[in-house]
Structure formats: structure tokens, C-alpha cells
């Protein structure tokens, strides 16, 4: 018996070896040859069968929904932006009046040419001189200038022998020029000071053109890169203070009003309390017209004035004068300056007169310089006053 046990475990001995031996053996065969070295090597593939495309659906990675049928999502109305009217920005107001020159002098031409029909006379007559003194007090000089400036010329053509046109002209216009004060300062005080805005305030008759010279000025302002507030203190008509305000829409000025028939002298230390707090360089405080002859209204404006300087003093007081008018500009200036002490003039309308000879009457009247000049409805139809120029544009022709 035990030699059939042992027999039969060396039989599963051998057995086992015998496999271990050949199996092994056979899987070697399966691999390819080693490649040799230096041989070009083709890796043979073995042949696969050509890949079957896969046509089994994957379920998707993320679940979309089906596609929904497009919604026409309603946009929103757009938002309705509110027209502003665009900012103007003048152009800034050195050589003005050069530029409004023909302006000028297309309506002082009549007084231009009487001047140089007379002054081309071969020889001036005692006559002549009188029509030159009749057009001078034509043109609004004033009989006391007018008497002045042909004295001093016909002196001067009688020491020096004028002969010429040119040579009496020439000298005419320095006369009339020597007649403005050249030297008088004519600058306006609208620059800031002790950290406060500059005042200016705008007086004068009905209609003279107040309104439309703060609205110029504040441009002119603005123009040269400064801020400007309006204050509107004619409270007599709303649509005063509406048209103040227009002008500051356009330019980009802030305007103070107050309730119509409210207490204008109220709304102006109201403006120049605005003025103060928002930092504004000028305040420009337009006024009501009124005639120089009704004290009460008078005693407002002087109210007006006071209570305005509770801030601290005004800095300019402009009187508005319209040159068509003429002498009886005179008057009015006076009462003003009487009230609110004018520290400048504005001539406006000069481009519908001939009578640009007011200019030298008020000053010569009142010793106030004319500091600037209107020469039309526009916007930009304002210049400031240069004697030279002024009265080559009045006598006309460049002869
Ligand atoms: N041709 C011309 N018209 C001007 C000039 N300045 C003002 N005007 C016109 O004169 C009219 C009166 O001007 P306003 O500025 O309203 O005068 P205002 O002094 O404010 O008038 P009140 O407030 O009613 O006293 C307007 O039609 C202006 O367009 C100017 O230099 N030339
Ligand atoms: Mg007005």
C-alpha cells in the first residue's frame, strides 16, 4: 500500500514538473523577436480588425433638456434719456470786437462817410468844420466833446499843415481816441477773491438789454474756463427768471430764482449764498429795469445792493445802457450811479445806431469807463471795449 501512495505522488510530482516545463515554454513562442540593434525597426502591428464604429449611445454626461422652442424674450424699453441741450462752449472772447468790426460799421457807416466826404475837401472852410462838429454831435458825442475834440484838431491842422484826407483822418481818430481815455482801466472784476466768488451786478432801465448781457457775460465766462451762477433777481415776471435761466442751461450755469413778485433782494443774497457754498469763480445777479425816475424802485435796487453785501462788497455794478437811446443815457446813468455806484458801462445795440458817440459822452460825463459793447441779439454778440478799434469801426473806410 504504501508503495501505490508513493508511486501515485510521484506521479503528481512529475506531472506537475512536466507542465511547469512546457507551458512556460509555449507562451515565449507567442512573443515576437527581440529587434537586433542598428536594424530599422517597422513595429508590425498585428492585425486588428477595423474598429466598428461605436454605435452603442452613451448616456449623455450631463442631462440637457430638450431644446425648448425659442422664447422671444421681450426686451425692455429703453430707457428714455431726456434731451439736454448740448453744452455750448464759446469761443474765447479775446479780439471780439475785431471779429464784430463790420458789424459796426456797416451802421456807422452814414457817420463815417459824412467825416470823409467833409474831410476830402481840398481845403477845409469854416463851414466844413461845423459839419464835422454837426456830425460828431450826430453820432452822440456830446456838444461839450464834440466842441473839445474839433478844437484840438484844428489846431493841430493848422500848427502841423495838414494837407491830406488821410493826414486829417488819421488825426481825427486820435483825437476821438485820446476823447475814450484810453488809459481807463476797463478790465471786469469777475475773477474769485478771499475764497469767495466775484459780484457783479447788472442794473439799468427797461429793455436795455441786462438780461442778455449776464447771459453774454456768463458765457464769456465760461468760455475762458471759468463757473458762473446766475442770480435772478428781476422777480417782477417769471419769465425773467426763465430767460436768465435759459442762458444758464446752455452754457452750464447754475441760476438762483425765487418766488415771482418775491423779494429780489432775497433771491440776490440767496445767489450769492449758492455762490459761496458751491465754489462758483462769478455770480452774476440780473436785475428788473426800471426808469431811473420811479424813487421807489430806485430805493430797491440801493436794497439790493445792501443786502448783497452782507457777504462782502459787490464787485462790479454794471449799468446797461442802449445806444439808441442817446443822450438820454446821460440821465440815466447819473440816477444809477447816484444809487448803486455804476462801476461800469455796457453799450448794447450799438450795431443798430450810428450814434456810437455816446460812448465818449458817458464817459466824459460820469468819468465811468464803457467796459463793454453789444453788437447784436447773438450769443456771442458782445465784445469788450477797445477805444482804437471802436473808433476806426465808427469813422469807417481805412483810407
Ligand atoms: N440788436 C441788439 N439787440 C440786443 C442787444 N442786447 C440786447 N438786445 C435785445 O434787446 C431786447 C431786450 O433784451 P433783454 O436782455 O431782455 O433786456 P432787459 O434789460 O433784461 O429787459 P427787462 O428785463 O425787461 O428790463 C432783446 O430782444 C435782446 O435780444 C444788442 O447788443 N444788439
Ligand atoms: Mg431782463
Redesign the pocket.
Known amino acids: 500500500m504504501e508503495y501505490v501512495v508513493a508511486a501515485v505522488i510521484l506521479l503528481v510530482v512529475l506531472i506537475v514538473g512536466a507542465v511547469g516545463l512546457v507551458v512556460p515554454k509555449m507562451r515565449r513562442r507567442d512573443l515576437p523577436p527581440p529587434p537586433t540593434a542598428g536594424s530599422t525597426t517597422t513595429l508590425e502591428r498585428p492585425p486588428t480588425a477595423p474598429e466598428a464604429p461605436v454605435e452603442e449611445e452613451l448616456p449623455p454626461l450631463i442631462e440637457r433638456p430638450e431644446p425648448a422652442a425659442p422664447v422671444v424674450v421681450e426686451e425692455p424699453p429703453a430707457p428714455v434719456v431726456e434731451e439736454k441741450p448740448a453744452l455750448e462752449r464759446p469761443e474765447p472772447s479775446a479780439g471780439r470786437l475785431v471779429r464784430l468790426r463790420a458789424r459796426l460799421a456797416r451802421s456807422q457807416s452814414a457817420f463815417g462817410r459824412g467825416l470823409l466826404s467833409v474831410l476830402s475837401r481840398d481845403h477845409l472852410e469854416e463851414e466844413d468844420w461845423e459839419e464835422i462838429e454837426e456830425s460828431l454831435i450826430t453820432a452822440d458825442v456830446g456838444i461839450e466833446a464834440t466842441q473839445v475834440i474839433v478844437e484840438r484838431l484844428r489846431e493841430r491842422v493848422r500848427i502841423l499843415g495838414t494837407k491830406t484826407v488821410a493826414e486829417v483822418r488819421a488825426q481825427l481818430v486820435e483825437e476821438l481816441v485820446a476823447a475814450l481815455e484810453p488809459d481807463m482801466d476797463r478790465s471786469l472784476k469777475t475773477a474769485p477773491h478771499d475764497g469767495r466768488p466775484a459780484v457783479v451786478l447788472v442794473v439799468?432801465?427797461?429793455?436795455?438789454?441786462?438780461?442778455?448781457?449776464c447771459g453774454k457775460i456768463g458765457r464769456v465766462l465760461i468760455g475762458d474756463g471759468g463757473t458762473v451762477l446766475f442770480g435772478a433777481a428781476?422777480t417782477f415776471r417769471a419769465a425773467?427768471a426763465d430767460?436768465i435761466q435759459t442762458w444758464g442751461e446752455r452754457v452750464g450755469a447754475e441760476t438762483v430764482r425765487g418766488p415771482e413778485g418775491g423779494d429780489p433782494a432775497s433771491v440776490a443774497f440767496d445767489a450769492v449764498k449758492r455762490g459761496i457754498d458751491t465754489n462758483v469763480d462769478t455770480v452774476l445777479i440780473?436785475t428788473?429795469?426800471r426808469l431811473q425816475n420811479k424813487v421807489g424802485l430806485m430805493d430797491e435796487l440801493g436794497k439790493v445792493k445792501r443786502v448783497v453785501e452782507k457777504h462782502g462788497p459787490v464787485d462790479e455794478t454794471l449799468l446797461?445802457l442802449d445806444a439808441t437811446t442817446g443822450q438820454n443815457g446821460l440821465e440815466q446813468a447819473r440816477v444809477f450811479t447816484e444809487v448803486v455806484d455804476v462801476t461800469g458801462v455796457v453799450l448794447?445795440?450799438?450795431?443798430?445806431t450810428a450814434k456810437g458817440g455816446i460812448v465818449i459822452a458817458v464817459q466824459r460825463k460820469l468819468g465811468i469807463p464803457v467796459k463793454l459793447v453789444?453788437?447784436?441779439?447773438g450769443p456771442d454778440?458782445?465784445a469788450p471795449f477797445e477805444p482804437a478799434a471802436f473808433v476806426e469801426a465808427l469813422v469807417g473806410g481805412d483810407a
Request: aromatic letters at 0%; hydrophobic letters at 30%.
Open positions: 439799468g432801465v427797461n429793455g436795455a438789454g441786462k438780461t442778455t448781457t428781476d425773467a430767460q440780473d428788473a429795469g446797461v448794447t445795440k450799438l450795431d443798430g453789444g453788437l447784436g441779439e454778440d458782445m
